[in-house]
């Protein structure tokens, strides 16, 4: 049963993108989306799994769609025109293939018109088929809060006319991004969860990575793209390794390096590879190859911090926000000595994006430790207290401070 | 519907950034492209007027609207474009949406029947 949810689930995402270009109606196209899975889950036991699924469950929607629409006095008109475009663009007799428009449907959810939490709720309702309590689940808000932004989102595209369409070639650079970060930020809230019992939401870095991959597959020239991918499996190998067995946090330097899964940094590693070369490289990609020189190192200490500073000097000249800077700045405090790196991170404490940054204060408290300035330090740590978000992040710090209260 | 709000305004009241040559230029453009259903250019806000009914039916009639907000409605196009990316382009393009100005996108609605 595993199996056929996994294609139902693949298929849906599919579905939704083509019926929601031919019909204009996101509602629309999820209901009869839905129906179509229905009616499948009901048929194919019966009489067997059809030759070509996939075509099978498009013609089933169309037909639920048009039924909808025959009977909706509002879409009568619009009927007439859709019933010409579909003779004329029926893809059904052309065999197996149907044309895969769920690039366009990304485009949609993650449109700048669109409140910039809208989009990535609709991305993981309609492209990732998550029902509507799992993305309220994902987001952390109540079903019907979630339910509520989805209907006025959905709203928007359809009466805002926002189209279902891949930017032209001059636009797609502007938007790329847009896409890029909306599927990032799920995958960090399933990283670090920005609050809650647990440190890591691992089915939420998963849906990132497989939005991912879809959108790598459906545009494979567009090394962004392929370097979000590379970031997020070589982030993503190390899962096992981050939480210790009572779910507390363990540090990169402290991590069983042979629980890191290596099939998936050598998947990264390729395809870091692919997105740094034929010019120059994006932010995500930079970062990508930051997280491969961790990932390659045998131990903490043989981690090339040289080579990590360099890359964060690219990474900040294509990106100076202070959270870059104060990466930069832990890197330069392995190569060079705590001293060197509290300089830095001293420099940055006036922004104010860092002030009440939870892992600013702890890096602070850590290079304080490291240079035996216990009082300062432990000031500094119970700072980071009062910012860590979830009670993982709090534990940490609460056992750090032990420690050093009782070197004291 | 694009709504042209008023960015900075120079001492002589006339927008900071964007000069007469650029909306004669962008008004051309525009027109000539066939999409402009209507188009007006609004009079300065001092001649504005504004009108009030209140639940008792007593009409209140004030100098208005005032400029408390620093966004001042300056005119508008009605166009018919296929979506709001096309619509985003020509607002875009608008020198209204330039030197601190905006122009805001709003679909007309449509009735059943209508």
């Known amino acids: 049963m595993d199996h056929v949810e996994a294609v139902f689930r693949e298929e849906r995402g599919r579905l939704l993108a083509a019926l929601a270009r031919r019909f204009g109606d996101l509602d629309l196209a999820e209901e009869v989306t839905s129906e179509a899975i229905e009616a499948a889950l009901t ?308 922004e104010p994006v860092l002030r009440d940054y939870h892992p600013f204060a702890l890096a602070r408290a850590d290079l304080l430790q490291r240079l035996g300035r216990v009082p300062e330090a432990i000031s500094a740590y119970d700072h980071a207290l009062t910012l860590a978000g979830s009670e993982p992040e709090r534990e940490h710090v609460r056992r750090r401070l032990a420690v050093l209260n009782a070197s004291r | 519907m694009l709504l042209i709000n008023a960015g900075e305004l120079d001492p002589e009241n006339s927008p900071v950034g964007c000069e007469p040559e650029d909306w004669m230029r962008f008004d051309k453009e525009i027109t000539d492209s066939g999409v402009v259903v209507a188009s007006e250019s609004l009079a300065d806000l001092v001649t504005a007027t504004r009108v009030q009914v209140a639940n008792d039916g007593k009409r209140t009639v004030t100098d208005g609207p005032f400029a408390e907000t620093r966004e001042v409605l300056g005119g508008f196009y009605v166009i018919d474009v296929p979506d709001l990316d096309v619509a985003l382009e020509w607002a875009a393009k608008c020198p209204g949406s330039r030197g601190g100005g905006s122009v805001d996108v709003r679909p007309v609605a449509e009735f059943p029947g209508a």
Not at chain 1, 184 to 191: A, H, L, N, R
Not at chain 1, 228 to 239: C, D, F, N, Q
Request: hydrophobic share 45%; glycine share 6%; net charge negative.
């Open chain 1, 43 to 350: 048929r194919w036991p019966v009489d067997g799994v059809p030759p070509n699924p996939g075509g099978w469950l498009m013609t089933t929607a169309r037909r639920k769609a048009v039924d909808r629409l025959r009977r909706d006095q509002v879409y009568a008109a619009k009927l007439a025109i859709l019933q010409v475009e579909a003779d004329r663009s029926a893809p059904q007799a052309a065999g197996d293939e149907l044309p895969d428009e769920r690039l366009q449907l990304f485009f949609t959810c993650t449109h700048p018109a669109l409140a910039p939490e809208d989009r990535g709720a609709l991305t993981l309702r309609c492209l990732a088929g998550l029902t509507t309590p799992e993305v309220a689940r994902a987001f952390l808000v109540p079903t019907a809060t979630m339910a509520k932004r989805i209907v006025r989102a959905k709203k928007k595209i359809r009466e805002a006319r926002i189209p279902f369409r891949v930017p032209g070639p001059d636009e797609l650079p502007e938007r790329l991004p847009g896409v890029l970060q909306v599927i990032y930020s799920v995958f960090t809230e399933g990283y670090a969860a920005s609050s809650g019992p647990y440190l890591q939401r691992l089915d939420l870095a998963e849906e990132a990575i497989r939005l991912a991959r879809i959108l790598h597959r459906l545009l494979p020239d567009a090394r962004e793209a392929t370097g979000l991918l590379a970031l997020m499996l070589l982030i993503h190998a190390r899962r096992d390794a981050r939480s210790g067995p009572d779910g507390d946090i363990v540090l990169l330097e402290d991590q069983d390096r042979s629980r890191w899964d290596q099939a998936m940094i050598a998947e990264g590693r390729d395809l870091v590879v692919t997105a740094l070369t034929g010019g120059p490289a994006g932010p995500y990609a930079v970062q990508a190859a930051i997280n491969a020189v961790h990932d390659e190192a045998a131990d903490f200490a043989g981690t090339d911090w040289p080579q990590i500073v360099q890359l964060y000097d690219v990474l900040l000249e294509l990106d100076p926000s202070p959270v870059i800077a104060l990466n930069r700045a832990a890197a330069i405090a392995l190569r060079d000595g705590p001293e060197a790196g509290l300089a830095l991170l001293d420099e940055l404490a006036a």
